[in-house]
Structure formats: structure tokens, C-alpha cells
């Protein structure tokens, strides 16, 4: 029998009346003639408050304790979801990361997955024609038998990895909004759902703070070739895919994402030699402060002195400040700069790699809003530039008209 996997988040399940509602996608399935796993995650705001006990209780709680507690989540929503599916009819049972077992890493709070054994799961299928529900985001240290979680956002990667042990047929993320979209909807009004996107394209614009996958999940995806389907646990449309890159053709540009996190920090004027850099960005990478952008140039006017601008989390930026400093002065640079007031644009496609010209077509649709780029950083398949954030609606807006992605794609 074809096998199913189908996720739900955290406001599909925020309380027993929305869980009732999913509960009919998963009868819809089930009538289909699908072997089912349900994968689900705590309901919304849950795991929040579960994090804020932890560091009520303790400044310097231990991370095991902080896995327990923080696993209990999932754990009531999927007795949750079993119960309503029994009382439905349709033969259900709940399954914690322990029991299947989901076996992982001791990285406690962001846990990779090893190894998961679905024999179990089948027996379920085979013997009971019995719906698994998962409690998503935890699983078990492989040599303690600690408790793990997989990091916020993890159950995505709960269910992606179940379906590639159970050879699902497909992965169904259900949220709260109906696919991935070219651009925030927020902020541009034209934006349009996805049909179907690429794992590279997914993986660029989840790292650039699209939020409707865990970047890992997408990496899972990936590596085991699992289609996923995210899609709306509050209508009956399909969603978008998210495949490998082969049977369909790629557009230059298939979404445009901005990321408001960073700050950008320039050293001006330090001492041109060997060492310096490595001594910068060392004592960052040490304090774990990690660096997005870099930019180095010789200065103007300046004999043998460089220039270097760069971009690290707004949230480090404190932190960051203070190493920073030290190492401005010991160089001899001017008094350093930092501007938070800046935003990330990005535009993400296949296609980049055999269309020429795409990055000159973003500056100068940048150039013809009046909008100056401060830096710029690209990779195959991504083009990003920083540019002031009162620019960022102005400029998300352009881009995503500029590449015609207010226009549904010509099939
Ligand atoms: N409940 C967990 C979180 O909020 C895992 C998840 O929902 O994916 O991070
Ligand atoms: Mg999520």
C-alpha cells in the first residue's frame, strides 16, 4: 500500500476544534487508500511558554532537562489527535520519538536525526490498519536515552525524515498559510503561491528567512529525494511543491526575499597586511558570532590601508561590538562604524546559472528606484544586496515586478 506522510503545525493543532478539523484531511487520506503517519507539532505559542519555564527555573538550566520539558508539546497533541481520530472511527495511536524510536544525535536543543526504525510504524499498518501520530520534534539519544529535540521548527524535519523511512510517497506540510510564495504577501500585494520549486531554491530562501520550512527539513528533503507538498490545513487546494530540479524548467528568478536580522559593520582605514582579516573574523568565528557578508577593498586615498565591511546578526551585535573594538584599535583603524538600518534583498532562481545578465538587471532596477546597494554578495543560484531598510518595501516590490513575477509563469 502507498504510504502518506502529512505534517501539521502548531496553529493546526492550536486547540481540540482545529484538531478536529485537520482530523478530516487525515479521513480523506485514509479513504484514499493511503498507510498514514501524522506527524504533529505542540500547539502554537506552546512550546514558547515551555522555554520560558526553563529559564525561569534556572539562568544556566541543563539542556537534557530543557529537552524533557520542552518535547511535552508534541506529546499532548499527538494523545490529542489519536483520540479524536478514535472517536472517529478510524483505528489511531499515538507514538513519542522513543517509542518508534527516532534515535539522535546529544547536540540537546538542536539534535540531528541518526537513524529512525519504522518497523513498528508497518506492524501498525499491516496488522491494524492503524494511523501513526508522531509527536514531532523529539527523539532519543542514541547511546544515553536522553530525551532530544531537534530545534525549534523541527517537527518539519520529523516528518520529512519519517517519510524517507517509511518510503512515503509523499510528505504533506499543512500551515497555516497555502504554499510558498514568490515574496512576502505582506509587503507586496502581487505576490503569488508557487507551483513548484526546486529543493536548491527552497534551501536558499528558507536560509534567507522564508519560515514556512526548517531549513534542515529541506536539506532531509533533498538528501533522500522526498517530495513535499506544503499546503493549508484550512482549505482543499493544493499548495506547492517542493522537488528535485529535474522534469520542469527553471526561471531565472523564482522569489524574492529580504531578511531584516543583520547589521553591517566597517572598518575604516586598518593597517593593509597579512593576518588581518584571519584576525577579525577568527576571534568572531571563536566568540561564535557568525559573519554573512565581507567585503574587502583598498582604502581611498589611504597608502597601504584597507577597508573592510561586513554583516553579522543584529542579535550578536553587541557581542560583536566589543571584540570588534579591540581588534579596530590594535590595526590602527578609523573609529568603526555600524549602521543596524539596513536590510538584505535577495533574488533566488535555477535559472541564474544559464541566464547571463541577472545581476546586472537587479541593480539596475535598484538603480531606477533611487536606491543605493551597500554591498553585495552572490552564490550560483542567489544574488543578495544590502541596502538601507526604509528601502525594503520599495525595493522587494520592484524586483518582484521587475522579474515578472507578479505574472503567472507561461506553461
Ligand atoms: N514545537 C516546536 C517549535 O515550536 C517544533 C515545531 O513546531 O516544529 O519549535
Ligand atoms: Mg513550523
Request: charge should be negative; charged fraction near 25%.
Amino acid at each position: 500500500m502507498a504510504r502518506l506522510v502529512m505534517k501539521f503545525g502548531g496553529t493546526s493543532v492550536a486547540d481540540v476544534d482545529r484538531i478536529r478539523n485537520l482530523a478530516r484531511h487525515v479521513q480523506r487520506e485514509v479513504e484514499a487508500g493511503y498507510d498514514i503517519a501524522v506527524v504533529v507539532s505542540a500547539m502554537s505559542g506552546k512550546t514558547n511558554e515551555l522555554v520560558d519555564w526553563c529559564r525561569i527555573a534556572s539562568r544556566f538550566y541543563d539542556p537534557r532537562e530543557y529537552d524533557a520539558v520542552v518535547a511535552a508539546g508534541e506529546q499532548i497533541t499527538a494523545g490529542l489527535l489519536a483520540i479524536v481520530l478514535q472517536d472517529m472511527g478510524i483505528p489511531a495511536r499515538s507514538w513519542q520519538g522513543w517509542q518508534v524510536p527516532i534515535l539522535t544525535s546529544d547536540a540537546h536543543g538542536s539534535a540531528r536525526i541518526a537513524d529512525i526504525d519504522g518497523s513498528a510504524i508497518f506492524k501498525g499498518f499491516e496488522e491494524r490498519k492503524e494511523v501513526a501520530v508522531i509527536a514531532g520534534f523529539q527523539g532519543l539519544h542514541k547511546e544515553t536515552g536522553r530525551i532530544s529535540t531537534l530545534g525549534r521548527g523541527g517537527s518539519d524535519t520529523s516528518a520529512v525524515a519519517i517519510a524517507a523511512a517509511i518510503k512515503a510517497e509523499r510528505c504533506d506540510i499543512y500551515t497555516d498559510v497555502d504554499g510558498v510564495y514568490t515574496t512576502d504577501p505582506n509587503i507586496c500585494p502581487s505576490a503569488r503561491k508557487i507551483d513548484r520549486i526546486s529543493y536548491e531554491e527552497m534551501l536558499e530562501l528558507a536560509s534567507l528567512g522564508a519560515k514556512v520550512l526548517q531549513i534542515r527539513s529541506v536539506e532531509v528533503a533533498m538528501k533522500y529525494g522526498v517530495p513535499v507538498h506544503v499546503r493549508s490545513s484550512f482549505s482543499d487546494r493544493t499548495g506547492t511543491m517542493v522537488v528535485g530540479e529535474e522534469g520542469f524548467e527553471s526561471v531565472a528568478v523564482a522569489g524574492v526575499a529580504y531578511d531584516k536580522g543583520e547589521a553591517k559593520v566597517q572598518l575604516v582605514r586598518m593597517k593593509d597586511k597579512p593576518g588581518v582579516v584571519a584576525k577579525i573574523f577568527g576571534m568572531l568565528a571563536e566568540h561564535n558570532v557568525s559573519v554573512d557578508m565581507i567585503i574587502q577593498s583598498p582604502s581611498r586615498g589611504g597608502k597601504d590601508t584597507t577597508d573592510v565591511t561586513f554583516t553579522v546578526a543584529k542579535s550578536d551585535l553587541p557581542r560583536a561590538k566589543e571584540l570588534i573594538e579591540k581588534t579596530a584599535a590594535e590595526y590602527g583603524s578609523e573609529p568603526v562604524e555600524y549602521d543596524p538600518d539596513i536590510v538584505k534583498v535577495s533574488i533566488v532562481g535555477l535559472g541564474m546559472r544559464s541566464h547571463a545578465g541577472v545581476a546586472a538587471k537587479m541593480f539596475g532596477i535598484l538603480a531606477s528606484e533611487g536606491i543605493n546597494i551597500q554591498a553585495i554578495s552572490t552564490s550560483e543560484i542567489k544574488i543578495s544586496c544590502i541596502i538601507a531598510a526604509k528601502y525594503t518595501e520599495l525595493a522587494v516590490r520592484a524586483l518582484h515586478e521587475g522579474f515578472g513575477l507578479d505574472k503567472a509563469p507561461v506553461a
